[in-house]
């Protein structure tokens, strides 16, 4: 190989050198994202087993594998009579929450007593107004209407719904297994890299001593 061939052919290894410097470093930059996206991904999976949802339970207790019944505003307001609790559900402002007016009005009331929330109903909207503290349940008592915490509650029963359970597992496998997909192709993908790059820093080497010897020969014509 003459001396301008070694020239240019060692120039297009340098280059493709630093092009496979330069894609492993790309590479594992994006390895790097994909460990972060693992641990926000294992970040999303225990806050996931750990929704806790409001459920009726006789005796204050409960676990993720017993069929609770989610409480709900119509359990709360509904009569004993009928099955419910009996109580009453008031917002901030001390107005009990109705799905719509009370047709008739009792006599007792007038429209500034009632905060109508057509949305009430809905167990996830009931339970979150619950949780924030905009609503408050009331049960009867001889003195009157009084607050029932969540938390003091004797029926009341906080904990994770098995289904929620089940979900936020199959997600998490899921895209972890894609995720870890993903790496091991990152890895194989280096690794490769990595081959390439040491077998042309060897035929750089090569090269290089060809021009060296071009370079000492053509010294040695001339002396």
Known sequence: ??????????????????????????TTQAKMLLA??????????????????LYYS??????????LQRLS????????????????????????VVSELPDPM???????DYAVEPYCGQADYFENNLKSGNWTIQKLTAEG?????????????QGVDSGDYEIANAEYDAKVDSLQRKDKQFDMRIQQLSTEQQ???????????????NIEETFQTFG
């Open 1 to 26: 190989m003459g001396m301008s061939a070694s020239q240019a052919r060692y120039l297009c290894l340098t280059a493709r050198k630093s092009n496979l410097e330069f894609e492993i470093q790309q």
């Open 36 to 53: 972060q996206q693992l641990d926000d991904e294992a970040l999303l999976w225990s806050n996931g087993m750990n929704i806790q949802h």
């Open 58 to 67: 006789p005796d204050g207790t409960g676990s993720a594998t017993e069929d």
């Open 73 to 96: 505003y119509q359990l709360v307001t509904r009569s004993k009579e009928d099955g419910g609790l009996g109580m009453q559900v008031k917002d901030s402002y001390g107005r009990i």
């Open 106 to 112: 009792p006599e007792d009331k007038t429209v500034k």
């Open 145 to 157: 209407w009084k607050d029932e915490s969540i938390e003091g509650s004797t029926f009341i029963y």
């Open 199 to 213: 077998a042309i820093e060897n035929e750089m080497d090569s090269v290089k001593k060809v021009i060296d010897k």
